[in-house]
């Protein structure tokens, strides 16, 4: 079988992402008009952040870090794939229920973890029941998460990638739903979690079994590749964990601060994971399984070239919206959000967050490309020791600026614990040879890619200037002009630099990578 073919798997995962990125702008955008940044919206930011806290331990981090290359390399070796794949599908779905009924139960410890600044007010009892109707989202999303790495991992990434992008259609259409019926928004719209995880679930169950692999549970035993994949899993649940424990913080800062907090924090991290989400989700789900497969078939320059053209699409992206989000934050959140009960102040308080989350941006981005080289060697240790000392820098400077710069501290600690991460990593990589060395071509487009960013954020902010009079007319059309202008430009800048090849990406697409 051969490895998917990088820059195809890239662009379809990527799409994708894309699509369901901007319905989530569409479903956040009717959120904020519908209920605001009032106890409404916190609560339902608390009782979604509660299940898919739990997905990163258990999809994040057991399935994509360690059951992807494990499948990945029994493909490779044709080895039992099918029978480990549902092996573990029954140990996951055990686990799974059990921690639902546990969460259900348990449901006010959870909630004064996650927002502890709720406790005494209306938003406590709220958040505490959306967050029993929200949790059982996690069993529904994290099988669907098994599913989709044995397609990933077979070179199949559009039903997986395509799934996601339900769970905002759903979430839209019952919040328009309410409003017309005059049924209340807000328990429309966390009744629908779960029947979107049950929709998400259905599309990679059919779409697995579609390409041979029609998973059925069984009694749940120990195999020693279970076991393996437990040993490995472990640390990388962990370092999910440390991942988890950076966000409470983060949230516990914004729940003491300012009414609303909790929102503007919530729509800033919105609007970063639109890059973050299409190039970095892109390259973890398609990088990982081919590393493993060049890897376990002794290709060490196949998994340098993978390492590398991974590298440059990750900068090649990210560097010019990192630059975009610092420069222009405000037009386009007053854009997305600001209508209804969502005022104009709010707009600002967001604008500045997002601004400090696009500092770290390319340093989420990096992450996705340099964890999956400890990953494809079994690697789970490392990555975890390193998001220990991240965990410390997040929390120090969370909690030490939160008395001076309020909410806006959490997004300074997570930028600040990005970039500490991926110095970790990247010195760290330095004993696994060639494989994981920039190769000419990297070397010398990484700084035109950065030269050409900084001449389109200078071209942005003259933009803005000169446009303020259709700002004036219409915030739609002169941030839409003003995005415009930034994509022209930027890709102009890098071809005439050289830091792109228009020619040779769209060849490469064409080719299938």
Request: no cysteine; glycine share 10%.
């Amino acid at each position: 079988m051969k490895p998917p073919r990088l820059i195809k798997g890239f662009v379809t995962v990527g799409g994708w992402t894309l699509m369901s990125r901007v319905l989530g702008f569409v479903r956040d955008a009717l959120i904020a008009a519908y209920l605001g940044a009032g106890p409404a919206a916190e609560a339902f930011v608390v009782a979604f952040s509660l299940p898919n806290m739990f997905r990163r331990f258990f999809a994040e981090g057991t399935l994509n870090v360690a059951f992807v290359p494990l499948f990945s390399k029994k493909l490779e070796a044709e080895g039992d794939a099918k029978r480990f794949a549902e092996d573990t599908l029954s140990v996951l779905a055990a686990l799974l229920f059990a921690l639902t009924l546990l969460a259900t139960l348990f449901m006010p410890v959870l909630v004064s973890a996650m927002a502890a600044g709720f406790i005494g007010d209306g938003r406590f009892d709220m958040a505490v029941d959306f967050g029993r109707i929200a949790f059982p989202y996690v069993l529904f999303i994290s099988l669907g998460a098994l599913f989709s790495g044995v397609l990933n991992a077979t070179g199949r990434f559009a039903a997986a990638a395509a799934a996601p992008v339900l769970l905002n259609i759903i979430l839209s259409l019952a919040m328009v739903g309410a409003a017309k019926l005059g049924l209340p928004v807000d328990r429309a719209l966390i009744w629908a979690v779960p029947v979107a995880g049950i929709a998400q679930l259905a599309v990679v169950w059919r779409a697995a079994a579609k390409a041979g692999f029609a998973l059925r549970p069984r009694l749940p035993r120990l195999t020693p590749d279970l076991k393996h994949l437990l040993v490995l899993a472990g640390p990388a649940a962990l370092a999910g964990g440390v991942v988890q424990i950076n966000l409470l913080i983060g949230r516990q800062v914004a729940s003491f601060s300012q009414d609303g907090a909790l929102q503007y924090l919530n729509l800033a991290d919105r609007l970063y994971q639109l890059p973050l989400g299409v190039v970095a989700i892109a390259i973890g789900i398609v990088l990982l399984p081919d590393l493993s497969r060049r890897l376990q078939a002794d290709d060490g320059q196949g998994a340098r070239d993978a390492y590398n053209r991974a590298f440059e699409f990750a900068l090649l992206l990210t560097v010019p919206a990192a630059v975009a989000l610092i420069v222009i934050p405000e037009p386009l959140i007053s854009f997305l959000f600001q209508r209804g009960a969502f005022t104009p102040e709010d707009a600002r308080k967001t604008a500045t967050a997002v601004a400090i989350y696009g500092l770290g941006l390319p340093a989420f981005v990096m992450q996705k490309v340099l964890q999956p080289l400890y990953f494809a060697r079994e690697d789970t240790r490392t990555p975890f020791r390193f998001a220990l000392y991240a965990m410390v820098i997040n929390a120090v400077v969370a909690i030490g600026l939160s008395f001076v710069i309020g909410y806006l501290a959490a997004a300074v600690a997570t930028s600040l614990a990005a970039w500490g991460m991926v110095a970790l990593l990247w010195f760290g990589k330095s004993g696994m040879g060639d494989a994981v060395h920039a190769d000419a071509r990297l070397t010398r487009r990484a700084p035109r890619i950065l030269a050409a960013s900084l001449m389109m954020g200078a071209l942005l902010w003259g933009s803005e200037i000169l446009l303020s009079p259709v700002f004036d007319l219409s915030r739609g059309l002169g941030t839409l002009m003003l995005v415009a202008i930034g994509i022209a430009g930027y890709f102009s800048f890098a071809q005439l630099l050289g830091a792109v090849r228009l020619v040779e990406l769209k060849g490469a697409v064409r080719r299938g990578g």
